[in-house]
């Protein structure tokens, strides 16, 4: 069996996970068991999450990571050894539950896996809009946000992988959409392509203004994939009963001791929000559900995609930090082979 390179995790970070906290290490593979499956990866997701795993030491939706583990992450690949009669040698598959890890190949219980058609969608979008990002928008807009036709709803990171997949499902719902994305070339893609309404870029000097004038009833269900600054002023223009969907803290998480904090929380009492946060662990059981209604509105041409592909299991954590600067354009995506 061939040996397998495996991004290992050496220290707990307080921020950013950078080259102190990992380890690129080559072990042996291994054979797999009964019910097993060996994958070899083709594609590695990067998703901020990642380094909420790395910085946990308490159990978690999903699970933690300790000292000498592989980084956990999403991956689909093509199976090159098995004792599984679901998944024979050849055939293509997505990990479910991100346990494939920052690795050339993973073993795999069959249990973990789902059937991947290449022919449906190119392999990175096998792990963006119809992988992890595609379930977390699913369950964060369809189950959690319930929004309506005619509602606002704002989406935050709406050019990057979750939030551009949240922003379209609320416009296939119905609402009247509005992105939030770093740039006028993000911004554009969010409206030419991804056909949302409007996209208000944050780092413009009137963003608070341009996003009120946008919102002249205010907010009605505001999905969340930053926090900070953006949260804050989200906040304070949130409509009466209005629902936070809080997905990821991007914004955050390379900011130790830097950040004020909110301002405007006093939003959720004054105006009765609802406020949830997101874990896509709640809803293992509705996978297929999820699955099946995103290929099917892919298959249909309403769900568009957009990926960044680095190359080279090598260039994990640089490619990594680009989720933190903003630097990527659409599904950031480690290709390995």
Not at 19 to 38: A, I, M, Q, Y
Not at 223 to 247: E, S, T
Not at 275 to 298: C, M, P, Q
Request: charged share 20%; glycine share 14%; aromatic share 10%.
């Amino acid at each position: 069996m061939p040996d397998n390179r495996q991004w290992i995790l050496v220290k707990k970070p307080a921020g950013l996970a950078t080259e102190e906290h990992l380890e690129l290490v080559t072990r042996p593979t291994g054979e797999p068991g009964p019910g097993e499956v060996l994958i070899e990866q083709f594609c590695l997701s990067l998703d901020p999450g990642q380094n909420f795993y790395m910085q946990s030491s308490a159990e978690t939706g999903g699970g933690t990571m300790t000292i000498g583990d592989v980084v956990r992450g999403w991956g689909v690949g093509r199976v090159v050894a098995s004792k599984s009669e679901r998944f024979p040698v050849g055939c293509y598959v997505r990990d479910r539950f991100g346990f494939a890890g920052m690795q050339d190949y993973a073993m795999l219980p069959e249990t973990s896996l789902y059937p991947v058609d290449p022919g449906l969608a190119p392999l990175p979008a096998q792990i963006g809009v119809l992988g992890m990002p595609g379930l977390t928008a699913y369950f964060g807009i369809i189950e959690i946000g319930k929004p309506q036709a005619g509602e606002t709803v704002v989406v935050s990171g709406a050019a990057g992988a979750v939030g551009s997949a949240a922003g379209q499902l609320a416009k296939i719902v119905g609402a009247r959409t509005v992105g939030i994305a770093g740039g006028p070339d993000k911004c554009r893609f969010v409206v030419e392509e991804l056909g949302l309404d409007v996209c208000i870029d944050y780092r413009a000097a009137d963003f608070e203004a341009q996003l009120a004038a946008v919102c002249p009833d205010g907010i009605d269900l505001y999905f969340d994939n930053v926090a900070g600054k953006i949260l804050d002023d989200c906040l304070a223009l949130m409509a009466y009963r209005g629902r936070v969907v809080f997905c990821g803290s991007v914004a955050e998480a390379s900011t130790v001791g830097e950040w004020d904090g909110l301002r405007n929380y006093g939003a959720v009492l004054f105006n009765s929000l609802q406020w949830e946060g997101l874990s896509i662990h709640n809803y293992y059981d509705r996978f297929d559900e999820a699955y099946l209604a995103l290929e099917g509105w892919f298959s249909e041409g309403k769900l568009r995609h957009r990926e960044d592909v680095i190359d080279g299991l090598e260039n994990f954590i640089p490619a990594f930090h680009r989720l933190f600067r903003g630097a990527n354009f659409g599904k950031l995506v480690l290709k390995i082979r």
